[in-house]
């Protein structure tokens, strides 16, 4: 099969190649089946890849298809970002959007299938009661008292439960299989539960609703799908999945196959704590530019194709994982190291006077945004007699290992002269406030002439014409790898995840592309921040420094 996508091979395309090898299926039919209960983070990138790819490559199809099965969770506005973050990265899904929910008459038909052959039952155990029947791993379950009730029963109670006469918690429909299995899933599984909830596409018209493993399976026959690709933790729920459509009246049969999920260091995935940062005000938002959620990540600067990329280096298996975010890091790098069009910002800026230079000297330097590649543009950078450059580019005192300006010593600015630092001028704090140069006119693109040797090269802006801007420099949101193993995921909260720095840019800025990614020369890759006007505030999001600064020790 000819692969268009760029995807690799893994264990999953195995199975396909064989699959149609044997004729057991002529064409490859998959879904991605979100929960619309929060938005999409990095982990769900890697699911929707993988399904829609292999759609791609195999010329099939691939569903989108939510899972809303509980209405006290979900809303329009998820379901709104899903279907954005998708587009976004890349993939289009076959035909409309569907839902769980457009099958909820005919998964409840099934429900009754069941009761009619003594396979389901309607339960008045409490929850609790439900939970302490069941056992635990090491123990085997007991059968509820009414585990027995006629199938007549049966049938009234559950159209009593669907007509909402018996108040929620007081009844749910369980499946009835082995209250001893090894398996805890076949322990007598609720199908159906009772929420007087309105839900977002089917308003009042239900009081009860399926459970998640009830309404999947059997979603997934209905819509024709072939492969049923989730994730590790639903291995034994692929049991249940089997028993029920091996026991409603449906020919098609799905396959359902696991593979690992990604965990990512320093990071948190799942949308239930996720959804607890938002609420309780600790990022910005979902797409707070800190979270690894695919609207985050836009924000932030990332590229779809970066995502894409990192989803087919990690590759798909049944290994349990726990990726480097520095491999995330370096996907876009190599992204935007030859994408990305280069600029000068100043992040800590000191103003520098070079006072060889007339009052109102002005020099206007036409710079590639490209180095060596002038066809893909120049734009217009001003030389002005007072500068800024960064704090960190400056230092009085000699030391060996610091190659940039230092008091009495010489430094070559980017694209223009060399300076060398005479003095300093402070405030009654000590700060600097000017740094006193003088510029050697002689050097611009040239050595100077009487081959001192220059060893380093610093950016700079001018300080008449640079635009004032705001900088946001993130780092990882938690200082722990494994923030979810410990006691509280919040207490390993990293405080500087976030700084904020106010500095200056080139005047070319002005113009510059919303949410588009620059590199800014030394400092790293930055974007417009889309939730701020790029016309009256410039503020950027650092998407990633130049270098990996993670700790070896983490390689
Ligand atoms: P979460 O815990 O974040 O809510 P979920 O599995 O409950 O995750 P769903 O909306 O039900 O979220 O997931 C839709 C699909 O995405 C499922 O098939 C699920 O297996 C897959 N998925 C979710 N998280 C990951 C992950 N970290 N890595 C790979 N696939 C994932
Ligand atoms: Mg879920």
Redesign the pocket.
């Known amino acids: 099969m000819s692969k268009i996508s760029g995807y690799p091979t893994n264990f999953i395309r195995q199975i396909i190649n064989k699959d149609l090898a044997q004729g057991i299926h002529k064409m490859v039919r998959t879904r991605?089946?979100?929960?619309p209960n929060?938005y999409l983070?990095i982990?769900?990138a890697?699911?929707i890849c993988l399904n829609f790819s292999i759609a791609q490559d195999y010329q099939g199809e691939c569903h989108l298809r939510f899972?809303d099965t509980n209405p006290a969770k979900e809303n329009l506005e998820f379901i709104e970002s899903i279907k954005r973050d998708i587009t976004w990265l890349g993939f289009q899904w076959n035909g409309k959007v569907r839902y769980a929910s457009d099958y909820f008459e005919k998964q409840y038909q099934y429900a009754i299938e069941l009761i009619q052959k003594g396979l389901a039952y309607v339960d008045e155990l409490s929850p609790t009661l439900i939970r302490e029947h069941r056992g635990t791993l090491t123990s085997p379950g007991k059968n509820s008292p009414y585990r027995n009730r006629s199938i007549c029963d049966n049938l009234k109670l559950f159209s009593k439960m669907r007509n909402g006469e018996i108040a929620e918690s007081a009844a749910c429909l369980r499946a009835k299989i082995d209250m001893t299995s090894n398996f805890i899933i076949l322990r007598d599984p609720v199908l159906y539960r009772i929420k007087f909830k309105e839900h977002h596409q089917t308003g009042r018209k239900w009081c009860i609703y399926p459970m998640y493993d009830f309404a999947h399976c059997i979603s997934d026959a209905l819509e024709g799908i072939t492969h049923s690709l989730?994730?590790l933790e639903f291995q034994d729920n692929r049991r249940l999945y089997d028993w029920i459509l091996n026991n409603i009246s449906i020919t098609v049969h799905p396959r359902q196959y696991e593979f690992s999920?990604?965990?990512l260091k320093y990071a948190i995935?799942?949308?239930?704590h996720l959804n607890r940062l938002v609420t309780e005000n600790i990022v910005e938002g979902w797409d707070d530019p800190r979270m690894l959620t695919i609207s985050g990540m836009r924000r932030r600067g990332y590229t779809a194709a970066s995502i894409r990329e990192f989803c087919r280096r990690i590759g798909v298996t049944k290994q349990e994982n726990m990726i480097n975010m520095e491999m995330l890091e370096s996907c876009i790098r190599d992204d935007l190291n030859t994408n990305a069009p280069r600029v000068m910002a100043v992040i800590n800026p000191i103003k520098v006077l070079i006072r060889n230079l007339p009052l109102h000297y002005e020099e206007m330097l036409n710079i590639p945004y490209y180095p060596q590649k002038h066809e893909r543009g120049t734009r217009v950078v001003p030389f002005t007699r007072e500068l800024y450059i960064d704090g960190a580019d400056f230092q009085e005192e000699k030391n060996k290992d610091f190659k940039r300006l230092i008091l009495g010593q010489e430094v070559r600015l980017r694209y223009a002269y060399v300076i060398k630092a005479e003095g300093v001028e402070r405030d009654a704090q000590g700060n600097i406030i000017v740094l006193y140069c003088s510029c050697d006119m002689s050097t611009m693109k040239k050595n100077p002439s009487d081959s001192r040797k220059i060893k380093g090269v610093i950016h700079w802006v001018s300080a008449k014409y640079a635009l004032a801007a705001e900088f946001r420099l993130y780092d990882r949101l938690f200082n722990s790898p494994n923030p979810l193993a410990t006691e509280d995921f919040i207490k390993e909260l990293n405080p500087n995840s976030l700084v904020i720095k106010k500095g200056f840019i080139e005047p070319s800025m002005r113009c510059a592309k919303a949410s588009f990614p620059y590199q800014f020369e030394r400092e790293g890759y930055f974007c417009t921040d889309n939730t701020h006007s790029v016309v009256t505030h410039l503020v950027f999001n650092r998407i990633v420094g130049l270098r990996n600064a993670w700790p070896k020790i983490d390689a």
């Open positions: 991605f089946p979100p929960e929060g983070h982990g769900h890697k699911s899972d989730c994730t999920r990604l965990n995935m799942s949308k239930r």
